[in-house]
Each structure stands twice: as C-alpha cells, then as structure tokens.
C-alpha cells in the first residue's frame, strides 16, 4: 500500500463514519506496509496520567504496553516533545528492549500544536533504517490522526 493509499483509506472510513479505533488500526496497517524495514508498527495513545498506553499494532506482542513520560525512546519524545529517529538503539541510554531483533526505533510524535495526543512507534531489524523519506511518510499519517483527534476532542466538547 503506497502512503496515497493509505490516507485515501483513512479518508474513506472517516467519511463513512467509521469509529476511531478503526481509524487508528487502519492508519497501523498503512504505515506498517510502507516500508519492509517496518517489522513493528503500533501507536501509544498519551493519557493525563501521563503514562502512554498502547493500542493497535502489528509485529511481535511487547511487555511494554504502559510507558511513562521520560521512560524509553517513546517516553523521552513525549518528555522532549520531539519525534526520535533512534539509528542503533544499542546506543541508546534510555532505550527500552522490546525485542533483541531490534536496532533501530523511530518514534513520530501525533500532535497539534504544543497537544500531544499520540504517537506513531516503530521498530525495525536493521540498523539505520528510517532515512528522510520514511520519516516523511509516517509524518503525512501522523498529521492526518492529529487532525482526527482535534475533531474528536471538538466533538466530545460540543455534546
């Protein structure tokens, strides 16, 4: 599925009034089959608690289901309020091991403005493997469900 594809898809299920968990698996599975460096692909959804919880994803089943602000490559890019392209995790202070195939992790954060509402998490077996333009294309998503969740947020504020 090329990234046109997939925001065409997205684009058709909001359209259809698909529910926001659809959303999110379907914006999973797109980026996932953007790059075969993609071996795990899941969103941790940022809650006032200050802990991310996972949601969708595809790959291996990881312990880390519950990560707190500052904890790991996906804790830190929320504490730092910055995406994170990890090239060898090996190097990497902070970063918590969900898998010893892993060696790189990139991490886009979903946002509007200063809000941060998610993140797109993703790992891969080989080293260095998000260059310019994968980085770009799980961006184009991220700012599609960013959007998605400011007009949830407006919704829910109107009822």
């Known amino acids: 599925m090329t990234l046109d594809q997939t925001i065409a898809e997205l684009d058709a299920l909001k359209t259809r009034g698909a529910d926001f968990d659809e959303l999110l698996e379907a914006a999973v ?12 692909t899941g969103i941790y959804e940022l809650y006032s608690d200050d802990v991310l919880r996972l949601g969708p994803f595809i790959g291996a089943p990881t312990e880390h289901c519950f990560i707190g602000v500052g904890k790991g490559v996906c804790g830190s890019a929320v ?3 910055r995406n994170m392209n990890i090239p060898d995790v090996s190097r990497h202070t902070n970063y918590l091991a969900c898998s010893s195939e892993t060696r790189s992790e990139l991490v886009i954060l979903i946002r ?41 947020s407006s919704a829910s504020k109107r009822r």
């Open 29 to 40: 599975r797109g980026v996932h089959q953007l790059d075969a460096r993609f071996h795990w």
């Open 79 to 81: 504490a730092e309020k």
């Open 112 to 152: 509007s403005g200063d809000l941060i509402h998610a993140q797109i998490d993703i790992d891969s077996h080989e080293l260095a493997a998000f260059d310019d333009e994968a980085v770009a294309k799980v961006q184009r998503v991220a700012d599609w469900l960013a959007r998605a969740y400011a007009g949830r």
